[in-house]
C-alpha cells in the first residue's frame, strides 16, 4: 500500500495505491449498498494476481479513515502480446459526488494507459462518455464477449420457501 500525494485532491484526502483488504471491505460494502454490485471479499487478492498488472486507486477521508472514491486498472494482453488495459470499480459514495475526487483518479489511472488500447470493464454503457473524453473508442474484436440469456421462471428447490427469481 502506498500513498499517492501528486494528484492534487481536496484537503483531508489521502489517496492509496493498492490499499489494504480492510479498506476494499469498505468499498465492497458502499458499492453493494448504493449500486448493488455483488464482490466476494477474495475478489481483490484475485484481481492482484490475476492480472499482469493491477492498480486499485482509493480516495480515503482521513478524518473517519473511511473510503471515498475508487477506480482500478487490470492490464491484460492478447495472444499476439497487444494490450488492452480495462478501467473498472469506477465508484464514489453518494456524499462526495461531485467533488473532483473521483475524475483525479481516473486521470490518473489514464497516465498508466497513456495511448494503449483501453476499455471500461463492467460499464459498457459508459464507454462513450470516455472515449470522448478520453479517447479509447477502439477495441481488439477478441475482447468483445457479450451475452443475451433469458431467464424465465427460475425455481431453485434448495432455497428455503421455495424462493424464484423472474428476468424478463
Keep these: 500500500m502506498g500513498v499517492t500525494t501528486d494528484l492534487n485532491v481536496p484537503k483531508g484526502i489521502k489517496v492509496v495505491l493498492n490499499p489494504t483488504q480492510e479498506y476494499f471491505d469498505q ?27 493491477f492498480w486499485l486507486y482509493m480516495a480515503i477521508d482521513e478524518e473517519n479513515d473511511e473510503c471515498v472514491s475508487v477506480v482500478s486498472l487490470a492490464l491484460q494482453r492478447n495472444s499476439d502480446g497487444k494490450k488492452l488495459y480495462s478501467i473498472g470499480n469506477y465508484y464514489c459514495v453518494p456524499e462526495w459526488r461531485g467533488r ?32 470522448t473524453r478520453f479517447n479509447f473508442a477502439l477495441m481488439n474484436e477478441f475482447w468483445h464477449m457479450f451475452a443475451d440469456i433469458d ?16 428476468v424478463i
Design 100 to 131: 473532483g475526487v473521483s475524475n483525479k483518479l481516473f486521470v490518473q489511472v489514464m497516465k498508466h494507459v497513456g495511448k494503449e488500447n483501453c476499455t471500461l470493464f463492467g460499464a459498457v454503457k459508459m464507454s462513450p462518455l470516455y472515449a
Design 27 to 53: 468499498f465492497q460494502e458502499w458499492i453493494t449498498e448504493t449500486e448493488r454490485w455483488n464482490y466476494r471479499r477474495t475478489e481483490y487478492k484475485l484481481w492482484c494476481t490475476a492480472f499482469e498488472k
Design 151 to 166: 431467464v424465465v421462471d427460475l425455481v431453485i428447490p434448495a432455497m428455503p420457501n421455495g424462493f424464484t427469481c423472474k
